[in-house]
């Protein structure tokens, strides 16, 4: 399956007003923050870091979030295994040098996760290439320049995968 995607589109719904409050409220809310910054620092991507949460015990985390126009009738997020295939770059879910602590995707209608980046990268890592042949996955074309790649994971099936790796390995 392949899909065009046009990043920039998707970047300007993310810098909505309407949008960044909205993520505000619920990651207030989640985290009982204190405070929630949007990163001042544009271009940060491939740190994936788009917000800071500061908490009520004065320490901070760190948020992703993967803005989505509606959510999948399968109940699954996309993972990517290849942010570019021509040029053999590693997906934001694989990639270590990610300095992000959650992943948070929302959707339109209002709807969202949030996961720990860390055990989502490591579970990724370990299983992305057999999970490719288990589930759907796509590639899309963006802004008309290189392919990425994807595979689309059921929502429970991950957070029981991501809840037996922490289980095991804490």
């Not at 948020?63 to 997020?77: G, P």
């Not at 021509?86 to 997906?91: A, D, F, M, N, S």
Request: with cysteine; charged share 30%; net charge neutral.
């Amino acid at each position: 399956m392949s899909n065009n995607y046009n990043f920039d589109t998707e970047l300007k719904i993310s810098e909505m007003e309407k949008t960044q409050e909205k993520i505000k409220q619920i990651l207030t809310k989640h985290f009982k923050a204190e405070m929630v910054l949007k990163n001042p620092v544009k271009n940060q991507d491939d740190k994936g870091i788009d917000y800071y949460v500061y908490l009520p015990d004065y320490d901070v985390c760190t948020v992703d979030v993967k803005i989505r126009k509606r959510k999948n009738r399968d109940n699954d997020v996309a993972l990517e295994t290849w942010s570019n295939i021509e040029r053999q770059k590693i997906g934001w879910t694989r990639d270590k040098n990610k300095k992000t602590d959650f992943i948070m995707w929302l959707w339109q209608g209002g709807e969202y996760l949030i996961l720990p980046f860390t055990p989502l990268r490591e579970v990724f890592e370990h299983y992305w290439q057999e999970w490719k042949e288990k589930f759907n996955w796509a590639t899309q074309r963006t802004n008309n320049l290189y392919n990425s790649e994807c595979v689309f994971i059921p929502i429970l099936y991950l957070k029981e995968e991501i809840e037996w790796h922490t289980l095991f390995n804490s």
